[in-house]
């Protein structure tokens, strides 16, 4: 709708209505844009022609300085209650305009009590900018009420220009909060996560975001904690995106989705790129884990996708699925010596995805264990890994498992993926620990395509299980089947595959951030 000159004019003294009222409230900030230094130079404004405001009402004596006063006659009296009366609807009106995303404001912030003294003023669309620099032992808890339309963000100045580092941590609460532009680079001694989309148990986020922020350790260095989480996504609907995370060293996942209570997932993960992690030599390495075995039979309803995970190497599980109806897509798994392991939980979808080992030792594909899962179009190249970490795993469950085991593998549905070059292709029921004696059932292996590395066996099984599978279509060029020739398995001599894609890093992580662009 067209607004008249009229409207825009009121708009104009509102909104200079409520820069007045944060001056009067902060008079020693100088960051709030459009309000210049308080502490301003007055030759240089008098230069200007600006004139420096002066008390009427005031006397001098000598060394004395005196304010004098009178009492309002009842015209002032009557002039003064009616002006009280239009402020307060002015005030009213503020209020509501304020709240409208056309109408937003931007705030500066110099260091963390600032930002902590600032939160509470910020509105639907309005934009909190941090001074670039270094804060250390920063905690930042930044909470907010945006909407879909005109979330509230926080970022700095410059984009990769303010690094947190020591005790510093990030706590996000609210709705509508938007985190960006961040570095997190050698944090500790605060003994907890990094980023915590939460205040405390009862704050939690929802849709909120971190993206365009790196968080990072060097080599040279080395935590106290033993162990702590760089993400932890509580609350429900929130974002990581376009983030670089590289470099933990400490026991515990980089990111964990935490369920239960009214933590409910629905969360995405997407054009991250993480970097190496080196081998932890022990569970609790993970790079992605989405829930836990308490909560694995909880609908977690996340998405992880468009990701790159480079040597993601601090475990036998990069992603460790833990919950239940989550999709993993078209993320790229390069040189990474472990596998996106559907650990605990049900019917999860792994579509699209480039696992690239380059024949680098014990790099993995994906494991199978549970119910409903589907394994669709998913590419697989020169991996070394053996066991746990072949290309495509079954494995073999326990009687009553509890929830912690190894559940049976269930209606699993193997389509469409390409296998090229792999030391070990498709291992079928197999499992490590001798209790696990319950054999997949209802798999269905249709239309893969496999270009099997000379003197290797494509498929391995104890042998009952191959009559349990349902095999459709499947084309294998190799000199060992490792199985007798079944219908639906058809050999051929020479079999016209993808080539292995280029992978341009650029598309990953954040803007500002310059990645070499080729691999």
Not at 183 to 195: F, Y
Not at 302 to 317: K, T, V
Request: a positive charge; glycine letters at 10%; aromatic letters at 6%.
């Amino acid at each position: 709708m067209k607004r008249s000159p009229a409207w825009h004019h009121l708009v104009a003294d509102i909104k200079g209505q409520r820069e007045r009222l944060y001056r009067m409230d902060h008079p020693q900030d100088p960051w709030r844009v459009g309000m210049g230094d308080p502490c301003r130079d007055k030759e240089a404004e008098d230069n200007a022609g600006v004139k420096r405001p002066r008390l009427l009402s005031s006397r001098s004596s000598g060394s004395t300085f005196r304010t004098t006063c009178r009492r309002p006659g009842k015209a002032e009296s009557r002039e003064g209650n009616r002006m009280r009366r239009f402020q307060g609807l002015a005030g009213l009106l503020l209020g509501v305009l304020l709240e409208l995303p056309g109408y937003a404001a931007t705030f500066h912030a110099a260091d963390a009590s600032e930002v902590k003294a600032l939160m509470s003023r910020l509105r639907p669309g309005d934009e909190l900018v941090l001074a670039v620099g270094e804060w250390k032992d920063a905690e930042l808890h930044l909470h907010g009420q945006g909407t879909a339309e005109a979330p509230i963000r926080v970022r700095p100045a410059e984009p990769g220009e303010l690094t947190l580092s020591g005790a510093s941590r990030i706590r996000l609460s609210g709705e509508y909060l938007e985190v960006s532009g961040m570095r997190l680079r050698n944090i500790t001694g605060h003994r907890a996560d990094w980023i915590e989309f939460r205040y405390d148990s009862k704050q939690l986020a929802r849709h909120c975001c971190v993206r365009d922020c790196r968080l990072s350790e060097d080599d040279s260095f080395s935590p106290r904690e033993s162990e702590n989480r760089w993400v932890s996504l509580y609350g429900s609907h929130n974002q990581v995106s376009h983030c670089v995370i590289e470099g933990k060293k400490n026991g515990g996942a980089t990111l964990v989705v935490w369920l239960g209570d009214a933590n409910f997932g629905t969360h995405r993960i997407v054009h991250n790129h993480f970097g190496k992690r080196p081998r932890l030599g022990k569970n609790g390495g993970e790079t992605i884990r989405v829930g836990d075995s308490k909560t694995s039979m909880q609908s977690a309803n996340c998405y992880i996708g468009q990701n790159l995970f480079e040597r993601c190497d601090g475990e036998a599980e990069c992603i460790s699925n833990k919950s239940c109806n989550n999709v993993y897509q078209s993320n790229v798994f390069l040189e990474v010596q472990g596998t996106l392991t559907l650990r605990h939980g049900n019917a999860c979808l792994v579509r699209d995805n480039i696992f690239l080992g380059n024949e680098r030792p014990q790099t993995g594909g994906v494991r199978i264990i549970g119910e409903d899962h589907q394994v669709i179009n998913n590419f697989f190249a020169d991996l070394e890994g053996n066991g746990f970490r072949s290309a495509i795993t079954l494995v073999r469950g326990l009687p009553d498992s509890p929830l912690h085991g190894y559940f049976p593998v269930k209606r699993v549905t193997i389509e469409g993926n390409t296998l090229v070059n792999c030391k070990h292709n498709l291992l079928l029921a197999y499992a490590e620990d001798p209790d696990a004696v319950i054999e997949p059932e209802q798999v269905v292996i249709r239309q893969q395509r496999i270009v099997a590395r000379p003197g290797r066996e494509v498929f391995e099984s104890p042998g009952s299980t191959i009559q349990a599978i349902q095999w459709q279509g499947n084309l294998v060029q190799a000199d060992r089947l490792g199985i007798e020739l079944i219908p639906g398995v058809e050999v051929v001599s020479r079999l016209e595959v993808a080539n292995r894609p280029k992978i341009d890093k650029s598309h990953f992580g954040p803007k500002w951030l310059k990645h070499s662009r080729q691999h």
